[in-house]
């Protein structure tokens, strides 16, 4: 089945303790991306990335960290989060072109 | 820059009645114009989207929206409300050129409940 994966799905971690968010493709998409979503707010994107070792800051970069070694997987990290940093977090997929946007199930992270 | 205002943070509506979720853009090209779904708790889902061609684009569940260049307008419609529609709604642009124009750019979205 094609799909998103994101891991994990649900995690608390107090403010300055790192952590990576993973995410996974199986449909050999070129584009992957990652989003939040704060009530009110909408999608925001956080970072994307074109292709192997080929990434660009999106609209809300600060205190992200993203890294493409691999084409199937585009992890998050939060070197020291923080409680803004608290939200649901969305990775996304697609091929190039027109075609749509494939995204995750979602990640709820909460900062203490 | 490209921008997208959806206008009305929440819609409420009778089951049967007409939908219209409203979506305006700004893009400085041609844009590529999307409206996703959010179910509650789970991610989002392509709705319907137009790149180009025809104005008036069907998506799932019943679901069309019309591109209308000289109001910057996607607004989404559904003849008739069923309960299940019962979700949040983001409408989308990204730049219709080639190269390195991936990012979406997302309206703020819209919940729409559905009154029995």
């Known amino acids: 089945e094609a799909q998103v994966t994101q891991n994990p799905r649900y995690l608390i971690t107090v403010t300055g303790k790192k952590l990576t968010v993973t995410c996974s493709q199986n449909m050999n998409h070129e584009y992957m991306s990652w989003y939040r979503q704060d009530p009110g707010l909408g999608l925001r994107q956080i970072y994307y990335s074109m292709n192997v070792e080929v990434t660009d800051k999106g609209d809300v970069p600060e205190g992200y960290k993203v890294s493409r070694k691999e084409k199937r997987n585009f992890p998050l990290i939060l070197e020291s989060p923080s409680p803004n940093q608290t939200s649901l977090y969305f990775c996304?997929?697609?091929?190039?072109?027109?075609?749509?946007?494939?995204f995750g199930p979602g990640t709820r992270l909460t900062v203490l | 820059a490209q921008s997208v205002t959806q206008l009305g943070s929440h819609v409420s509506v009778s089951e049967g009645a007409l939908v219209l979720l409203r979506c305006n853009y700004s893009?400085?090209?041609?844009?590529?114009l999307f409206w996703y779904v959010q179910y509650p708790n789970q991610g989002l889902q392509l709705l319907l989207k137009y790149t180009t061609g025809a104005t008036l684009v069907k998506g799932i569940n019943g679901f069309e929206a019309e591109f209308k260049k000289s109001e910057t307008s996607f607004h989404l419609t559904k003849p008739s409300a069923h309960m299940s529609d019962a979700a949040e709604y983001f409408c989308?642009?990204?730049?219709?050129?080639?190269?390195?124009?991936?990012?979406?750019?997302f309206g703020k979205g819209t919940l729409l409940t559905v009154n029995p």
């Open positions: 989308a642009v990204r730049k219709g050129s080639g190269g390195s124009n991936y990012k979406l750019t």
């Open positions: 893009s400085s090209v041609p844009p590529y």
């Open positions: 996304a997929s697609r091929t190039g072109g027109n075609n749509e946007q494939f």
